[in-house]
């Protein structure tokens, strides 16, 4: 049997049946991580030390049975966004390369208390502003279908990791599209949840109106599994939502008769390549043959959503990463004249240049004599975007997608014109601004062998809807290995 | 930003409708804590005239009747009691200082 090839979950019930150890599965994944990361580089930090101690432990709990949770004893890594206690967070980013938290995030708290062997953190477009993995302090990360092209982004470490199987499953964060569209390149499973759903204390903010964590993993089942040990309301993030369900494995069933589907016409313009649009109405099809009532519709205020996300996700990092100053922690420039001069050159130093241009775009459109023209235009425009998203699902159930224009570019080709780059989010951001639930998962692959995502978007708190929907798309197309 | 300016920068500079001043670059860039270099400040204007241009498109919207919508969902304000429920993390906290003196952050002069 080749441990490796095992989902989150089968890997999890052998390990409660006593047939294979947490000890076992960390190993074989920290050999994996050995052989695979000179061509991937999906990971900044791992923690293979820590990791054997917390397999070891977490062996004995759950032989004690203290443990039962599907997830216990199976390893897994963590966006390096997310703070873990003591262990080097970095963002991807000069400016936090020395960092180490003195909390863990909430939704890695979760993980820890499911059992969760933690093997490391994984590399990120810095401050999850990119769309390629390519904006990283310490290097790209590569495609593992062709390392000659990007992973997506900004998780695209995460991504890249459960695609190399150098982990079973991991965490993301989608501020625009950072969960689905690097999913979509890599030929894994990634969701974001309904905004609210997963706390995000501890995830170090990008755009706060607009972050959320998710999963990332290898098939459906284990989509849902993550989602219920990650998900929890908690006071310690005022915008967490307490929510009435927990337990989303429970949508794991074959049946979409009757459900409503709607193909948004408007994104099927020219800026979509002919063999995505192929994969994904063939996906479609196959939920129509299973009982779905497909149709096509026109969402309206597509060509919006991506300046209307550009100035509040700038605006709002502008705000949140003015905390980065040298003082307290992190990089500080080594010669500096008084205060202010060393604020501005560790921060000139510390960020990189797509860093550097959002916090300008953003202190730019929040500067007074601007905020109206700018941002609070944006902010309407937002509130025009959910309610064309409200009629929507007055209509439809679930709305099918692409999560991405292409298939994943070639290195090197994407941070030459950022507007262009900005441009391959078209399909996911709009679901951020309304903070909507919206899952990718494989639906094929173009001629050059790259992985083809396919975007299931549900109203607020559907996610079970996707699951549903995803689970029995997977089920029908026999599971790809 | 990248060190020189591209042919297809100063093209740009050409075309764009939104015009950024220096004094604007310059101003951004104190309220964003950012020392730029003479290229960079060339680079940044272009980039946001081009990115404003761009997001000029917002204004085919008719939203003279819409309110602005910061969250999805109402988000009220949060209280509760200042009680502290963590230990003190004082050792840990310091050492993240890029400078510590004794128990404190030591920072250069503050006040003239």
């Not at chain 1, 920290?30 to 977490?58: C, F, M, N, S, W």
């Not at chain 1, 400016?95 to 933690?118: D, H």
């Not at chain 1, 390549?273 to 129509?288: D, M, Q």
């Not at chain 2, 969902?73 to 429920?85: A, H, L, M």
Request: glycine share 8%.
């Amino acid at each position: 049997m080749d441990i490796l090839s095992l989902s989150a979950v089968e890997l999890g019930k052998k390990i409660k049946a006593g047939e294979i150890s947490a000890m076992e599965a960390t190993k074989a994944s920290l050999a994996q991580i050995a052989a695979e990361e000179p061509r991937i580089h999906g990971y900044v930090t791992v923690d293979e030390e820590g990791a054997l101690k917390q397999a070891e432990e977490i062996q004995k709990r759950i032989e004690n049975k203290e443990l039962t949770s599907p997830l216990a004893g199976v390893p897994t890594a963590i966006k390096d966004n997310m703070c873990i206690k003591g262990q080097l967070t970095t963002c991807s980013s000069k400016i936090l390369s020395n960092f180490k938290p003195t909390y863990t995030a909430e939704a890695v708290k979760n993980l820890q208390k499911a059992g969760a062997v933690i093997l490391g953190k994984t590399n990120m477009d810095e401050f999850a502003m990119g769309s390629t993995t390519e904006t990283s302090y310490f290097g790209p990360t590569m495609n593992p279908h062709d390392t000659n092209h990007v992973p997506g982004g900004s998780s695209g470490g995460s991504c890249a990791a459960v695609a190399a199987r150098e982990c079973y499953y991991s965490l993301g964060s989608d501020t625009g599209g950072s969960i689905r569209q690097p999913s979509s390149f890599c030929g894994v499973v990634g969701m974001k949840p309904t905004y609210g759903t997963v706390s995000r204390y501890g995830l170090i903010a990008y755009g706060s109106s607009l972050d959320q964590i998710g999963p990332i993993t290898k098939d459906v089942t284990d989509c849902a599994a993550v989602l219920t040990a990650i998900a929890s309301w908690d006071k310690k993030d005022s915008t967490s939502v307490k929510r009435a369900d927990y337990d989303f494995t429970s949508a794991l069933t074959e049946d979409v008769k009757g459900l409503r589907v709607g193909i948004p016409t408007d994104y099927f313009t020219d800026g979509l390549n002919l063999e995505v649009a192929g994969a994904i109405r063939a996906a479609a099809r196959v939920l129509a043959e299973n009982g779905a009532v497909v149709e096509e519709f026109d969402l309206s205020l597509v060509k919006y959503a991506i300046p209307a996300y550009y100035v509040i996700a700038s605006a709002e990092a502008s705000s949140n990463l003015e905390r980065f100053d040298g003082v307290k922690y992190g990089y500080r420039t080594p010669e500096y004249e008084g205060l202010h001069n060393m604020y501005k050159k560790t921060r000139s130093e510390g960020f990189g240049a797509e860093v550097k241009r959002r916090i300008m775009l953003g202190s730019f459109v929040l500067s007074s004599g601007y905020y109206d023209a700018y941002y609070l235009k944006a902010l309407r425009t937002k509130a025009l975007i959910k309610a064309a998203f409200d009629k929507a699902f007055e209509s439809y159930d679930v709305i099918l997608a692409p999560a991405a224009p292409t298939t994943a570019p070639e290195l090197g080709k994407s941070l030459s014109d950022p507007l262009k780059m900005y441009l391959s989010d078209i399909y996911t951001v709009s679901v951020n601004l309304a903070g909507l639930p919206g899952l990718s998962i494989p639906v094929g692959k173009d001629k050059k062998g790259l992985p083809i995502g396919m975007q299931l978007i549900g109203n607020h708190f559907q996610e079970k809807t996707l699951l549903r929907a995803a689970y029995t798309y997977e089920r029908a197309t026999g599971k790809e290995a | 930003m990248a060190d020189k300016i591209s042919d297809e920068t100063m093209e740009h500079v050409t075309k764009a409708k939104n015009k950024i001043s220096d004094e604007t670059i310059e101003y951004v860039g104190i309220l964003a804590k950012l020392e730029l270099s003479e290229t960079e400040k060339q680079n940044a204007k272009a980039d946001m005239e081009k990115m404003l241009d761009y997001i000029d498109t917002l204004n085919e919207l008719d939203t003279s009747r819409v309110e602005p919508m910061s969250h999805v969902f109402p988000v009220n304000n949060v209280f509760r009691e200042d009680v502290v429920t963590n230990e003190n993390h004082m050792e840990e906290t310091l050492a993240n200082a890029p400078l510590r003196g004794g128990d404190s952050f030591k920072v250069p002069k503050t006040i003239g």
